[in-house]
T-cell receptor, first 118, second 112 residues
Framework: AQKVTQAQTEISVVEKEDVTLDCVYETRDTTYYLFWYKQPPSGELVFLIRRNSFDEQNEISGRYSWNFQKSTSSFNFTITASQVVDSAVYFCALSPNAGGTSYGKLTFGQGTILTVHP | EAQVTQNPRYLITVTGKKLTVTCSQNMNHEYMSWYRQDPGLGLRQIYYSMNVEVTDKGDVPEGYKVSRKEKRNFPLILESPSPNQTSLYFC???????????FGPGTRLTVL
């Protein structure tokens, strides 16, 4: 069975602070994909990033960056210089590659509620 | 416009009254799935479908049924809804299971 844990239920920061959202996963599969999704107050789910388990390079996209460490089974998400518009629920998710033991299943974490105050 | 549609968006019903939530995508995606979102529990997968006529259980399938007779449609059926199925439901689709998921707008279901 696979599992995704987001231990931080809620985080509150003031605008311009940096914030890191933690994601730890468990899987028996050797190849898999990790994702981050954002759910703003309007309720829709928005894709942010997908990372293949083969690729441990960190990724940066504007104020967003992701740190994937296979050794610690973590895929953390950092927002630099946070803004009020970053306020949302953020979900980390895991999906095995073709042929994996849980092939077809997509497992989400519990989500982290981020509130950025002006 | 590429999209996933769900209907209805809001539904209040009573225990035991069968209901269907429809889901349709216009992107020719092979993979479709249903999730429920509950506070503190995140998104939990109910059922998924790798292709037409191929469906499988997710983590919380009890009390739900699905069918995939056409590529674009993936309805969620609650044959005898109970109050513990009160939740926010999302349908999603993608080319393959491990690709970016495109989510519908959600259906808020209340079972009294």
């Amino acid at each position: 069975a696979q599992k995704v844990t987001q231990a931080q239920t809620e985080i509150s920061v003031v605008e311009k602070e940096d914030v890191t959202l933690d994601c730890v996963y468990e899987t028996r599969d050797t190849t898999y994909y990790l994702f981050w999704y954002k759910q703003p107050p309007s309720g829709e789910l928005v894709f942010l990033i997908r990372r293949n388990s083969f690729d441990e390079q960190n990724e940066i996209s504007g104020r967003y960056s992701w740190n994937f460490q296979k050794s610690t089974s973590s895929f953390n998400f950092t927002i630099t210089a946070s803004q009020v518009v970053d306020s949302a629920v953020y979900f980390c998710a895991l999906s095995p590659n073709a042929g994996g033991t849980s092939y077809g299943k997509l497992t989400f974490g519990q989500g982290t509620i981020l509130t950025v105050h002006p | 416009e590429a999209q996933v549609t769900q209907n209805p968006r809001y539904l209040i019903t009573v225990t035991g009254k069968k209901l269907t939530v429809t889901c349709s995508q216009n992107m020719n995606h092979e993979y479709m799935s249903w999730y429920r979102q509950d506070p503190g529990l995140g998104l939990r997968q109910i059922y998924y479908s790798m292709n037409v006529e191929v469906t499988d259980k997710g983590d919380v399938p009890e009390g739900y049924k699905v069918s995939r007779k056409e590529k674009r449609n993936f309805p969620l059926i609650l044959e005898s809804p109970s109050p513990n199925q009160t939740s926010l439901y999302f349908c999603a689709s993608s080319y393959r299971a491990w690709d970016e998921q495109f989510f519908g707008p959600g259906t808020r279901l209340t079972v009294l």
